[in-house]
């Protein structure tokens, strides 16, 4: 899921769930650094990526990718999700993007 949250489509929100059964197979990874790619060839963007820290394999995935795309955490955007009716604190991170970004 992608959406853009800013008109220009300069503030995106990229989420992502992968099944129980199908983890540990770089899929998180392969998507997530394809779409970041990708939106970095359409123009100047902020990619916000939000995890649960209890979720050991989800919070794995976003540092290895903040790391590699130059992110950055941003404690004043955690904020509380729902999933499956229990609300959690989120971390959020951000990655800024545009034409001649490109990961580590």
């Known amino acids: 899921m992608i959406e853009l949250l800013d008109p220009r489509g300069r503030l995106g929100i990229l989420g992502y769930w992968v099944r129980s059964s199908e983890q540990r197979h770089g899929y998180a990874r392969r998507s997530i650094d394809s779409v970041l790619d990708w939106l970095g060839q359409v123009g100047e963007m902020i990619v916000e990526v ?6 050991t394999a989800g919070l794995k995935t976003v540092i290895r990718t ?17 999933v499956a009716g229990i609300r959690t604190m989120h971390e959020c991170h951000l990655i800024e993007l545009g034409p001649g970004t490109s990961p580590s």
């Open 66 to 82: 903040v790391r590699k795309w130059k992110g950055e955490r941003c404690v004043s955007g955690d904020s509380p999700i729902t």
């Open 50 to 55: 939000k995890v649960d820290p209890n979720n």
